[in-house]
């Protein structure tokens, strides 16, 4: 046993890989990492340029779409269909022991989709229907254009992992989209699952850069403790929106919680301990997706213990404090997620002509 089952096992929260590649799955390092107590996977855009565009494991198949003489954009997605597949495989055992809860698979529509809500849709449908896999997630940005789609595609049937969210106001939106989602649909829920990733360590980086330029003992005093306080409050409304009248009539459907996703939780700033945004928010009906490094931090020296919820007034208090001293913590969510945007396209795009060339060279 190792402290990711712990996590699991005593706090009932579920550790997640952060990460992919075809070697993975092919050497038998993912089903390792599941062995060492890994309950899902997610990936983004970035992950893919990392692993397509460092490793020739993807160029036997990437010959047959040449051959076939197909766009570098449908060789990208052929690729990447390949190894979400493969991963879902490894990753069935723990979906069907956990009856549904775990055992899940990301995979997020292109970059350029984030603004479009029809688009958003249509390429959620092609990618259930494709993959065609029980324990699939369609990850969708939650942009202001993306809360329309997780409501209609929800409403398909469709599970979701809704990513960068920064913003307490936004995951509010995020969860009535899920709620009335569900609501649309007639008959059992257990079927469809859902998780909010909301962004933890680059909240702290933007913040605390803020704090810094200011340079008060105030704003000193709340360096590092923004990021994890958010996440706190997220949980809390969180825990409470999935109570009572309203989703009790759903639960009785047997639709499942939206469990809030801890995402970003390795450490931008190296003066902070490697497993704070892993330890700092441990609590159930949550769950954690960590980069390997951060992973293999935990399993070598990290806490496991409640934290997420034993002092939520503190949290709310350090944003208050952060008003105080005049950091605008709503423009920083509104700049992250533009960010976030626009750094999962430069990789989806960077990634294309990384792709273009090897198909060219093979032809």
């Known amino acids: 046993m190792t402290r990711l089952h712990d996590l699991f096992d005593q706090q009932q929260q579920s550790p997640w890989l952060d990460n992919l590649r075809r070697d993975w799955i092919t050497s038998g390092e993912l089903a390792n990492w599941v062995g060492q107590g890994v309950r899902g996977l997610t990936s983004n855009p970035t992950i893919f340029q990392n692993a397509i565009g460092t490793s020739d494991a993807y ?41 549904g809860e775990d055992g899940y698979v990301s995979v997020e529509v ?18 259930d229907g494709d993959i065609a896999a029980p324990n699939l997630y369609i990850k969708i940005p939650g942009t ?39 609501e649309a649909i007639e008959g059992d829920l257990s079927n469809i699952s859902s998780v909010a990733s909301f962004f933890i360590s680059r909240v702290d980086a933007a913040v605390d850069k803020q704090l810094d330029e200011i340079g008060t003992p105030e704003a000193a005093a709340l360096r590092g403790k923004v990021a994890v306080a958010n996440g706190v409050l997220a949980y809390d409304m969180a825990m409470k929106q999935f109570s009572g009248p309203r989703w009790d009539a759903l639960a009785a459907r047997g639709a499942r919680v939206q469990r809030p996703l801890w995402a970003s939780t390795s450490t931008k700033d190296p003066s902070f301990p490697d497993t704070k945004y892993v330890d700092e928010l441990i609590g159930p009906d949550s769950v954690n997706t960590l980069p390997d490094a951060t992973l293999a931090a935990f399993l070598e020296r990290g806490t496991v213990a409640r934290t997420i919820d034993t002092d939520v007034a503190a949290a709310q208090a350090v944003l208050d404090g952060l008003a105080q001293v005049g950091v605008d913590l709503a423009a920083i969510a509104a700049t992250l997620e533009a960010d976030g945007v626009a750094s999962f396209a430069a990789s989806f795009d960077d990634l294309l002509l990384t792709l273009d060339g090897r198909m060219q060279g093979m032809q």
């Open 144 to 182: 202001e254009a993306g809360l329309g789609a997780i409501q209609q595609v929800t409403s398909e049937g469709i599970s979701v992992n809704v990513t960068l969210l920064f913003s307490l106001e936004r995951y509010a939106a995020v969860i009535e989209a899920y709620l009335s989602g569900l």
């Open 59 to 99: 160029d036997e198949e990437l010959a047959t779409f040449v051959e076939a003489g197909d766009s570098v954009e449908e060789a990208y997605w052929g690729l990447v269909k390949t190894d979400i597949r493969g991963a879902l495989g490894v990753l069935a055992g723990v979906h069907a022991d956990s009856n």
């Open 110 to 127: 292109a970059p350029a989709l984030a603004h479009d809500a029809e688009g958003t849709i249509a390429a959620a449908r092609e990618l």
